[in-house]
Nanobody, 122 residues
Framework: QVQLVESGGGLVQAGGSLRLSCAAS????????MGWFRQAGKERAFVAHI??????NYADSVKGRFTISRDNAKNTVYLQMNSLKPEDTAVYYC?????????????????WGQGVQVTVSS
């Protein structure tokens, strides 16, 4: 079992920055792929992931603006979000894949945090 707790969300003006954190407990998540997703409507959309080997992948909509990273000593994953746009407004979720999958689909992640609201005003 893995527990994930996100923090760092809030209200920011367009062009601003936020850093989301995802603190894990229950397992050492440095051995697993970690991801960030967001949900503004019905579907939960992929944002970014970082693999055990620190290979990175981003959704096209956030490339060049968002950066995912991990601190294995703190068992924590981060999402640095710069140049935020109103369309980035969503609930952001952290997730972990403990089964070594590679797909970007949300169903390939096994444990999820409760989510954190990010609101970008124009």
């Amino acid at each position: 079992q893995v527990q994930l707790v996100e923090s760092g969300g809030g209200l920011v003006q367009a062009g601003g920055s936020l850093r989301l954190s995802c603190a894990a407990s229950g397992r050492n998540v440095s051995n697993y792929r970690m991801g960030w997703f967001r949900q503004a409507g019905k579907e939960r959309a992929f944002v970014a992931h970082i693999t055990r080997a620190s290979s990175l992948n981003y959704a096209d909509s956030v490339k060049g603006r968002f950066t995912i990273s991990r601190d294995n000593a703190k068992n924590t994953v981060y999402l640095q979000m710069n140049s935020l746009k109103p369309e980035d407004t969503a609930v952001y979720y952290c997730a972990v894949d403990v089964n070594g999958r590679r797909s970007l689909v949300s169903t390939t992640f096994d444990y999820w945090g409760q989510g954190v609201q990010v609101t970008v005003s124009s």
